[in-house]
Each structure stands twice: as structure tokens, then as C-alpha cells.
């Protein structure tokens, strides 16, 4: 049988250095960045929901007394 040849390397267990993963945008930029669009989104919602008509009056509820309502005021 033949035998397969071992390099005899010393074994480098902690001693290499991992990589750092750099983040493609610094996180106190990106975090500024995602507060900008979520305040920018929360706006055109509020200018969209405000924008609408208002919907048309339906019929009064059943035993709605209008006379009494109306001396409150």
C-alpha cells in the first residue's frame, strides 16, 4: 500500500488573525439614514391620510335623540 506523504507543519491554532467584516456604511451613519425614512414614510402617511375626502355622513344610530344634541352646544 502506499503511503500518503504528511507535511510536517506546525499547527497555527489562534495565531492567525481573523478579518474583520467592515459594514459597507457606518452604523451611526446607517442608523441616521433609517430614522430619516421611517420619519419620512410616517409623514407621507399622515399628509395621505389627511388628504382624503371626508366620507359622507350615513344614517343616525338608532335612538338618536338630534334636539337634545343639539342644545349641549
Known amino acids: ?9 506546525a499547527r497555527q491554532i489562534g495565531k492567525t ?3 474583520e ?11 441616521r439614514i433609517e430614522t430619516i425614512v421611517f420619519l419620512l414614510v410616517l409623514l407621507f402617511f399622515f399628509i395621505l391620510n389627511n388628504t382624503k375626502k371626508e ?5 343616525y344610530p338608532p335612538f338618536y335623540n338630534k334636539t337634545a344634541e343639539s342644545s349641549n352646544q
Open 17 to 19: 488573525a481573523l478579518q
Open 21 to 31: 467584516k467592515k459594514p459597507f456604511i457606518d452604523p451611526k451613519l446607517r442608523s
Open 1 to 9: 500500500m502506499a503511503k500518503e506523504k504528511k507535511k510536517n507543519q
Open 55 to 59: 366620507p359622507e355622513r350615513g344614517p
